[in-house]
C-alpha cells in the first residue's frame, strides 16, 4: 500500500478474487475480504468468489459489518452474487481541495437485476447497448457453437468429484495441446513445460 500511494495513486480499489468471512486469518485463506477491510489505505473493495451477495442478510453477525451502508469496518465493499444475477455498485464521494483525491463519503450495494427461482430479468434491456455489441454477440454464438470434435463412446460424469474422469481429461488434454501449440512461436517459450487444470462444473452429466 505504501508503494502504491508513493507512486501517485489517491483511490486505491481493492479487486479481489476471494470470499467473505470472519474465521482467524492465515496465510492460504480462502475467504480473506475481511481482512483487507483491515488494511490501512484501501478505499473500496469489489470482490467475488463464494456465489453470495455482499451487503446481505447472510453476513449481517459479521463484526465491522454494516449492510445498511455496504461496509466492511467502514470501508465500501460489494460482492454481487454470481452468473450476473446482481450488479455490484460502490459509490464514492471525492473531495480535491487538497490536491489529491480523498473519499469524503461512501456506500456500496449489490442490486439485484435477474430472479433465479422465477427464471426472469428484474431488469429491462438497454436497446441501444442491445445493438452495439449484436454484431459481436452473435458473432462469439456462432464460434462457440461449432463442434471441435467427436468421440466415438459415451461419457458421463458421475464419479468426476472423486477420481479422474474422461470428461474433465479431455478438456485438459485440449487446453495442454492448444498451449503447447501456440507457444512453438516463442523461442523464451518454447521448451516451457505446460500444465493444465480444469474442473468438473457439470458433474453427473456430460
Given at each position: 500500500m505504501p508503494e502504491m500511494r508513493e507512486k501517485g495513486a489517491d483511490i486505491v480499489v481493492v ?108 431488469a429491462a434491456e438497454d436497446s441501444k447497448l442491445v445493438g452495439i455489441l449484436k454484431a459481436d ?70
Amino acid at each position: 500500500m505504501p508503494e502504491m500511494r508513493e507512486k501517485g495513486a489517491d483511490i486505491v480499489v481493492v479487486i479481489a478474487h476471494s470470499g467473505l468471512s470472519a474465521d482467524p486469518y492465515h496465510s492460504m485463506a480462502e475467504n480473506s475480504v475481511y481482512y483487507l477491510s483491515e488494511v490501512p489505505g484501501v478505499d473500496a473493495i469489489m470482490f467475488g468468489h463464494a456465489h453470495a451477495v455482499f451487503p446481505g442478510k447472510d453476513f449481517a453477525d459479521i463484526k465491522g459489518a454494516d449492510i445498511a451502508k455496504g461496509t466492511l469496518n467502514g470501508i465500501p465493499a460489494v460482492m454481487p452474487g454470481m452468473w450476473g444475477d446482481h450488479l455490484g455498485v460502490v459509490d464514492l464521494v471525492l473531495n480535491n481541495d487538497s490536491g489529491k483525491w480523498q473519499v469524503t463519503q461512501a456506500k456500496a450495494e449489490a442490486r439485484p437485476i435477474y430472479d433465479a427461482a422465477a427464471k426472469k430479468s428484474l431488469a429491462a434491456e438497454d436497446s441501444k447497448l442491445v445493438g452495439i455489441l449484436k454484431a459481436d454477440h452473435d458473432a462469439t454464438r456462432e464460434f462457440v457453437s461449432k463442434p471441435i470434435g467427436k468421440s466415438a463412446d459415451n461419457m458421463y460424469s458421475y464419479l468426476a468429484l472423486v477420481q479422474d474422469d474422461p470428461t474433465v481429461q479431455v478438456v485438459n488434454n485440449a487446453q495442454k495441446a492448444y498451449v503447447e501449440h501456440f507457444i512453438q512461436g516463442d523461442p523464451d517459450l518454447a521448451k516451457l513445460p505446460v500444465l493444465s487444470a480444469a474442473a468438473p462444473f457439470k458433474v453427473w452429466r456430460a
